[in-house]
């Protein structure tokens, strides 16, 4: 973002690989309109299913979660994000992790840790580091059913 703005652009929208990244706004003038997909276990239509939809700008964007990159063996589902300390995969009710922050590379990287930590170990590392300056949209499963967490500088941007 910092080469187009350096050009003169101070409206744009770059998606690279799966993050974006927003500034100023769109041509007439709105946000930014950004849907977090639902994550949905082998999803085999090419339809993607928008779970919450955040207006907003001046931010970049990333989501990891567990339902597209994951192997079974003998019923028991393995994603493949891989704790380093431990060489497994954490298991927790986190789905989903979508980050908002200055940088799509600090986005991407928490969505990932975060995918390891959980709901709960994110909650805590968000309330203990304001100071990164960092949202996040979390989706995860209680008793089978979708739920979602926020951190309250994303509260404004919901449609």
């Avoid at 187009?4 to 769109?26: M, P």
């Avoid at 955040?54 to 964007?61: E, G, N, P, R, V």
């Amino acid at each position: 973002m910092k080469f187009i703005k350096s050009r003169g652009h101070t409206n744009a929208y770059v998606e690279l690989g799966g993050e974006i990244a927003l500034s100023g706004r769109k041509f007439n003038s709105e946000q930014w309109r950004i849907g977090v997909e639902r994550p949905i276990e082998n999803n085999s239509t090419s339809d993607k299913v928008v779970h919450k939809v955040f207006s907003i700008t001046d931010k970049c964007i990333a989501t990891s979660g567990d339902y597209r990159k994951y192997f079974e063996v003998n019923g028991k589902k393995y994603a493949h994000t891989i704790n380093p300390k431990t060489g497994y995969q954490n298991q927790n009710s986190l789905l989903s992790a979508t980050v908002f922050s200055e940088t799509c590379a600090l986005s991407d990287a928490f969505a990932t840790v975060f995918m390891l930590l959980g709901l709960e170990g994110t909650k805590d590392f968000i309330e203990h580091h304001p100071e990164l300056g960092l949202d996040v949209f979390l989706i995860y499963d209680f008793e089978n059913t979708y739920q979602t967490y926020f951190t309250e500088g994303l509260k404004s941007s919901l449609n």
